[in-house]
Structures are given as structure tokens and as C-alpha cells.
């Protein structure tokens, strides 16, 4: 029998009828929603309609003390009234955010509590309690949670005409022309959505800025969006366009020393707080691929962010500035760079500045070793940015699960303070105990029906965020959460799409860039391979990052190299830094290596790589496979949309594998091992194809 | 009670259960759906489809003959099966497109009975049967419908690079980047929607076209989508771009006498046709606003006509070629130009291409009279062409219903053969008695999940649709069919609602170019007042078409100005032409008259100019308090929807007015009658509007 049509709009807020057992075991637990006291309408609004969809029938919805059954909503202004069930201490330990909830067995029946400080403390009590239903039949009787990050943000790289750039799932939410005068529903779901995750803050603009959104007349657009996500807890902020002075302003310059540019700067931030009084405060790129920024002026980044961090202090605003910078000189190693501008600047930020920090030194390519900023900066909050929309992973078509890489950048241990100097714990600001801590990540969120094009692009939107609430939750844990929620709790189901999710990253790495190869896509719109490409800008070129020659292929950064490997604490410096031991996933990102070295398999350089290539394709051929047969599981258009995608997919990356070995063999001059299907077409075919208007530029 | 939320994108198609006295009287009539013979899967699909929704429950579905009741489909295959009640006389009188809806009762009961030649035929008359059900219950028991106009087009001005010229509901509904391999089933449901009213062809691509949609690469593109739209009784076409012998072919040269550009056309033709065998054929805008053209060559239209038609005629393709054509001079008078270069060419064309002419000779204004070239092209199969993106008319923001206006365009009489001799009657063939006869309109459908951004203007889409399947429907039927399938068939929501749409396009000529005034609008974007617009190319100012000065106002296009009334058939080139006969609603697009001459209510040119903009203003507020009375026929999401929007209008109607009129004051000298509301801001103020990033363009 054929499951209804779904077009994914729901996300994983589908609140699905449960199994018929589940339903019997749940019974009349949670028949009735009691409100504490008034001002908890949009919580006990959320429960009432995720329980009618799970349950098949609405609750009743009161204010009040409950029965023996039911979930009690509290916030600390009804501490006296949870008073028995919840302790004063137990309240306080939550935070502004954070929130308990427990369950209670009393007279027979089963009382479920979520109390928190406020009400969107609550609301995310609500959506765990809801989530926890869909996924399985509550089995834990107490949940404390407390997110582990202060700034858990979204970032839109949306254009005010409505373009995204880097975006493959249709143009931008933000309907600028008809804001604020009509409100989209869509804005709504979209508050919901991230709430439900513990997102708290979205940057609804392009870091490559337009200084127009900080006009008034885009103000007032601002204001319509910040009304419509207050209520879910979610602060708004913009992305500064550092010359902004001389643009809306007029004034002859934007040196963040000039006092006419610290006056323009202060009356914009307090002009912005009278349209948005939450508002977030400013995500800048600055100094880096064309955009204005301090050092026009002979200043630091240091000076830069300040300048801003002073407007908005008195709003409790903050700025994020990216350490995503290289300058219009080509660097001896791009890898370098951000370290080296802001590594001599820790201490020099104001303390509502938060440098953000991409997970790797290049950018956002399949796999990368962390970031050396991170531990690097001890007086410097230092956010963490992923990027989910899939720049470099596929575009629009390329199923590729981002948790893993998540788990693996957050996971890695930088030694800055010795073993266990996780990412995750300099990014929570555990590791040196700062108060201010963020996360971001580079939305995927379009104005697709399903939210972000390709039908399984929407876990890694749900992956982030439940990672910027507990940055140690397992890749695994999720995309079980994920695909329970959106298609079915079926184990059967969850088992097998879960391994197409977790094997993904790790193939689409095989196909694109094995071994520490980086940066290999096709010029400007990045879709597709480009290992070929040489001209232009050195360190935009394909060239410059691979080094294949004649006498092997990859970027020596060791000591004898650009010693980027110096960026990292011992021992991972060592460790990198030598053939002998640094790990295969970053062999060729650290060193130049010959094509006959022999690696740990006994398979040398070049048949490795062909394997690897190869690995890839073979998994995506893998996972059509695993899907098809996942068929009575999913309503068909939901099935079909994956199944097409993944036949794209597949086509793809043999075009990857097949133009990238090609093109290396020209250097390596070396037969393709014969175990390995040779490639299809031919270098000159593969350098000839052409696209046109590819999505996202 | 609230209705449950909508969001439009079911649009006419919603079948919605029909009231409970209506479900009474139709008992158990369409219980069964029977088909004659298989071959009509989709018809049959689709009635059983529709009747559930209106009925409540799903009728039974099977082959064979029927029983007392149900719905029984055949076509001409089956002409023996169904001779008792349908006579072989009838059957042919249906040609290839028209149906029968036939109602026989018998033995109590109630068959209904759809045929047609072949199975488009039966799936036009199972929407018509569905239609009626929704609007009211079916009283008429036979139906003969047959279409009166051949080929049935909507035109999308959409780009390859998703954006759409003139678009003001999102981007393009083509997602050229994942096409061929993922088929968004949104392309069914489009095509169900056009196969509803009618429509049997679809434009693709921008007139302002890009040569790269005739390449292999993404004719592949184009098939998939023709596969869709097969079935649905929908063919496609593409626009060509003129130059595309040079941009795609590398021939030195696009000369339509060529012998060489004659084969590339010929080889482009035969393998366009091999993608898509039953291709369209071709739309063209040549020398034109920068677009390539036959007189780059120094060949006429008819020459570079005539050579895509050669190419297409082996295929039974056709050329559409627009007379909307203006050259780099600028002329004397704008209005005067199509005709001037088209009506010495009537009788040069080949048989299978038609001319396209827009409703009016300026470009798609609120109000212009007819185009001049309707009738005067004896020997010439002409289309009408219509614009349903409100370019001209409040773009994303304004409900203005066109029903009207293509009503008002149809009946005009051009008096070419004498009294009787209306465009509509041009148009469909019968006045010259022309087999090919053709209608067009530029869509005004996107990616908006609604289809067309304001929810009132898929009844734009509606109308014309059903207006190509009989051009002398009225507006009013349509708007009421519109409503009662949209909304609701209630007669209290559908009476009051179609006031609006009836008033709607008249208030807009009023508060936007009352009197026969034309292209006041702002420059570029078009949105918004811009009457001050005087640079840059003469013919593209709103100074050159409204002439005001100190003596008066409107462009003298009498025997003694521009003599475009000359163009017009007798009787209207003297009622035009006199100043004492003009009617008034196209005073100023043929006079120029004085501020002080008295019109027929006896007031001053001037007053009554403030008048009638006022009265598009307090129309509007008209609308929005209608609306607001009809909160509880209509769920909340659309109702909001609309009622915010038509805040929007009726603040830019105020703006248009005031903007208007104080720049006509600069002229006039005169006060505003004091009987009327003064303006809010002052002409400065007006002026400095600036918007940015106005969508469609």
C-alpha cells in the first residue's frame, strides 16, 4: 500500500502518526497540556500540534495544575507552583536556555514536567519531548539539557536581489520586495525549524555584503523578520559591509580610527536597535576576496572588529569577524594565512567580538585538518564555522552526509592544552574558560519546497544545529534522529539509510580529493572537476594546491616546505610534518609525495590513488543500490526525487574520477591498475565540457 | 469554525468537497468511471481523481460499458461502442480537439458521457465536467465543446539562469541545472493546469532569447519536459534567437537568404525534432530592443520568418513572429510602428507562421486601444498576444483581474470587414476565414508556491486560458468560475469577491494612466510612478508619451499630429481622431487637449484628472473593506495573504495618484478640487523614491 506524497516541506517536524504499539504503550499519558501560568502560548502550542500528529488526536490544552496524566509547561515564574517536583537549584542550574525535562509516575498515571527559565527554554523542552516521541517511545525519565554554546547561528549568504550565492536549493527566504508589508508564513516554519534544533541566531545576509540592508529602508524589512523569529528565541543579525561609512554614510572614509567613522558606526547601531531592540549584531568578512576592510586604511582586523564591538556594546550586540581572510597578494601558502594575521591579535578584541573560524585553513573542501586557530587563541572567543550548503561537495546533487565531517573537526584534538584539547571544547569555551561561545554554519536553506534541494541536504541543517546545542553528539545519533523523523522510525529503514549516510563524506572525499588533495574543482562555479585549472589568480588555481609534476603530487607544508605544519601543537606538528607518520587522510595536504611511494596497503602512490577514486564511485553505485531496495519504506515522490539524484550523483562522480585520473596521469605517466574499471572518456573530453548557469553564483 | 489553511497551490484545481445539498442531488450519478477501451489512463485518472475530492469518496474505476450511472469514456477508437448515444456526425463535427459531454438518463439512472477524437480530447471534457461540478451542479445535459482557437500559448519569459524577465511570482518553474535527470513532478502539475483551460502550447524561453537552449546539451532539457507535457496534449516551443547561425553554428553570418544559415536552420530543425518529435516550433523577437534580427541583413521579417518556417514545415512546426518591433531610431510615434512595418508585408509569410501582436500598439499598458494591425492583415494568420505578468499593472502588489481587459480587447469592433468584425473574431480565423489562427500570453507563473505570487492572479491565468478556447467567454463568467473553485462556489463570497475583480482593472487605469494615458511608470523596473522620466532614449521616456506642457496634455495622434488614427479601419479612425467623438478613455493617447476643455460632466481636464485618480484610489480602499467582510469564506493563510497585499495597493495606488498629479500640476498651474483628498507628500519627496532590487528584472 503506498505511503501518501510528501514533498519534504515538513522537514523532520512531520510529527507522524506513531506505530500502533507505540501508541498502546503511551496510552492517555499525554492526553492533556497544562499551562503553569499564562505567556506560554506558542510552547503549549507546539506541543498540542505535534501530539495531535503523533497521536492522531488533539489534547486538551489548560492553564493550571495537572492530573495524574498530562505534560506540565513551567517557566521559573511558577517556581513555587513545580516546586515538589523540580528543586529551586535544580531551576537555576538551567540557565536562560536550558531546560528540564521529567517524568513523574504518580496515582498510575505519568506526569511529564518541562520547566525552564523562559518560555523559549520551554518551547525547546517541547520540541525534545516531541522528537524523542517520533524517534522512539521515551525511555529516560529526566532530561537536563543546557546548550554547551552561547551563539548557535545560521548564516545566509542571501543577496538582496534574491540570489543565494553558493546556494543549490532554489533563491533566497527573504521576499525583500514584499517586506515588511507581507509576512510569509514560510518565515514561520522556518523560526521553527531552527528552533527546534537550539539555533538561536540567523545572519540573514551575504557576507560579501550589501551596505543597502543597513539602510532604513531595509530596516524596517529586518524588523518584520526579527518580529517574526523573537517569539522562537532566535536573534537576527547582518552582515557589515566595512565601508559602509562612505556608502550609506558619505563620509570620505571608513577607517575604523577616524571619529566621524566610530560616530557613523554608533548611530547605525543604534538606529538598527530601534527597529530590532534583540538585535544579534554583525558577521563581517573583511580584507579578503575584494571586500573593504580595515587594512585599506593601514589598520588590524583587530582595529576593524573593535570599531564595530564599540557600537553595539551597548546593546549586548556582538561581532563575528571572520578569520576567513587572504589578502590580494598571493601568499607563499594560502594554508597559512589565517593564522598568520590573526594569531599575533589574540587579546586585542573586545570582549563582545567573537573571531569565526572556518573548520579547515583552506575552504570548506571535502576534508581538511582543523583549523590551526583553534587553541591558538586562548583570549580570543573563536567561533566555529561549517559551511552546509555543499559548495565544494557536490552542489545540488551530490548526497553527502556533513556529520561526519562535523564530528570529525569537532572531535579532533588540537593538544593545545595537552590531550584532550578537543575543537569542541576550545569552540564551547570550555578548554579556556570563556563565557562567550558560538558556532556557525553557511545556511543550505532556500526557497525550495523541501527547504534545501536535494531531499537529504536537510540533515545537515539538522545535524548543525543539534550539534551547536551538544557539540559531542555522534554523527551516527543523528542521522538516526534525522531519518526517523523525516521518513520512518522502521528500524529497518533507519539501519540501512543511516549507513548511505554515514559512508557519504567519505566517499564523495574518494571521488573529489583522496588522500589530502584539496581544492580541485571546476573554476568559479565549483561544479565539477577542474584539477587542470592553472590560469588566473595563483592560489585560486587547481595547480597551485595539487603540485603534481612529473616527480609526484601534493603541497609539502612541512618543516622543509611552508611548514604550515609549525601552526599545529606538538605532537600534531611532528606528526603531519613527517612522511612516516602523517595519516594517509592528510598525505598529500602536508607533503609532496612521489607517485611510486609505497603507502601502509603496499599499494604505491599513484594505484592508491586510483583505488581511491574508485572507492568512491563503487560507494555511490553502493548506495543507488541501498536505496532502491529501501523502496516500500518511502511515499514515492520522496523516493523517487533521492533515486534520481542519486543516479546523477553516481555520474558524477565517475566524471570526477575519470577527469582527475586522467588529468594525473599525464604526470604520473603510469597505467591504471587493471583490477579498476579505466575511465570512460577521454582528458580532452572531460576538459572540454562546459556548464552553463550553474546554480549559486 | 476555521477553514484549514491553504496556500494556493492546488489553484482552480482544488476539488474541494462539494455542500452537502449539491452531494445529495448528485447521489450516486458518478459513482463508476468507465472507460471504452484502455488508451485513456490519465483522463479517466484524473476524473477519478476529481471526483473524490468533490464527492467525498473514490468513484470505481474500470473498462468496459457502463451501467445505469457513472462517467463513460471514448474516443473515436471506440465510435462503434458508443453509437446509440453518440452519432459518427457529431463525433467528426469534435475535429481533433473539441468533446461532448453528454448526459442520458436512463433506467433511473444518470450516464454521463465524454468523448472526443482521442484521449486530450476526453481530458479536456473530464476538467470541464469537473469544473462544473465545482461551481455549481451540472444542469446543461449536453455539452459540445470545440476549440476556436488553434494554437492555445503560454509564453514564459524565463532565462537559463532561472530568473524570469517580468517575473514577479519567484524564478523560473525550469530547473535547467538538474534537468534532465531529476523531473520535479511541480512540471505535471503545471501541465494539468494548462491542459484545464485549455492551453496546448508552451513557450519556454525568453523572447529576449539565448541561443544556448537550441544547443544538444540542453535540448536534452527541453525533451524531458516535452515528455511531460505530451501527454497533457501540450507541445513546446522555444524562442530562437536570430543570431543563433553565428553564436551556435560559427557561420560568419545569420543572413536569412543565405544558403548556408538556411542549413543550419534546416539541420537545427531536424534535430530539435529528434528530441522532441512533436515540437512546436519557434517564437521570435527580432530587431527589436537589441534583439538579431533579418534587417541586420537588410532582409525583411517576412525573410527571416520565412526561414524558420522553411526549416520547421517538415515537421509541421510554426513560427510565431512578434510584430512587437521597434527600431534603434526612434520614430515619430512609437504607437505607428509595428503597423508600419508590418502591413506592407501581409501575404509574404509562409503558411505555417503567424504574427504576433500584442493587445495594444504601445506594450501591454493598462489601458490602449487595440493594436491597428488587427484586420488590416487579411492574408496573414495573426496572434494576439496578452501579457498576464503585470509589468505594467502593479507588478507583484496590485489585484487587478484582466478579464476585462482581455474582454474589453476581444469584443472591440476594427470594423475591417464592417460592423461585426471584432479582434476576437481576427483572431480565431473566422473573419478572413484563416485555418491557423493562435492566441499568446506571457505567463506570469514562477517558482512562488502559488504559481503566481498574489493569490488573485492565477485567475489572470485562468481567464486567458479559458478565453483561448472561446475568446467571447465574459470576464464576469470567468471571475465567478475563478472564485467558486479557488475559494468557495458560496454565492455570497463569489458576488462580493467579483466585484473586485471587476473593478480591479479599471481602478488601476485610474490611479495609474487615467484617459488614455500610457507608460508614466518608473524607468527599468516599472514599478511605481515615474511621469518626470526624461532621459535616455526618447520613445523609452514617459515625457515623450504624455507631452504634457503648460498647454495641455497627451500626444496628438489626429490626422494633424502623428496620424495613427489613420491606421485604424473607418468608422474609428474618425471617432479617434475627432476630439469631439474620442471617447474619452483614449483621449490623451489621441489628443493633445487643453487643461481647461470641459469633458462630457463638465468638468475641467485637469479636475476631471484628479478626479478619475482619485477614484482608482478610493476603489481600492473599496476592495480592501470588501475583503475584509469576507474573512469567514476563506482560511486564514490566503485571507491574510490577500488582505495584506491589497494593503500594499492601495498604498502605492495613493502613491501613483499623488505622484501623478504632482507632476501634472507642475504643468496645469492649478489647485486640486478641494472636494478631493490633497497629497500626502510633495513631488521632491516622490521623486526621491528609490527602490532596489524590484523584482523581473
Redesign the interface.
Known sequence: MALP?EDGYRLWLRHARLPAASLASIGDTFDEVVVAAPGLELASGELAEGLAGLLGRRPALREGTPGRNGVWLATRAQAEAVASFVSAAELAALGEEGFLLRRVRRDGGSLTLIVAAREVGVLYGVYELLRRLSVATITENDVVSVPRVKLRMLDHWDN???SVERGYA??SLWD???LP???D?RYTDYARANASLGINAVALTNVNANA?VLSA?YLAKVRALADVFRPYGIRVFLTARFSAPVELGGLPTADPLEPQVRAFWRDKAREIHDFVPDFGGFVVKANSEGQPGPQDYGRTHADGANLLAEALAPYGGHVLWRAFVYSNEVPEDRAKQAYDEFYPLDGAFRDNVVVQVKNGPIDFQPREPHHPLFGAMPETPLALEFQLTQEYLGC??HLVYLGTLFEECLKTDTFARGRGSEVFRVVDGSLHRRELSAMAAVSNVG?D?NWCGHPFAAANWYAYGRLTWNPERTAEELAEEWLAQTFTSDPRFVNAAKTIMLESREACVNYMTPLGLVHLMAWDHHYGPGPWISEGRRDWTSVYFHRAHADGIGFDRSEGGSDAVSQYFSPLKERYGSLETCPERFLLFFHHVSWDRRLANGRTLWDELCHRYSDGVRAVEGFRARWDALRDFVDS?RFR?VA??L??HE?EARWWRDACLLYFQTFSQQPFPAELEPPRGTLSEYRAIRH????GI
Open positions: 506524497e538582496l536581489d534574491g532554489g533563491s525583500w520586495h514584499k508589508h507581507y509576512v508564513p543597502l529602508q545540488a546533487t526557497s519546497r515522490a526525487h534520481a539524484l543516479a546523477v555520474r552553463y548557469f550553474v546554480p
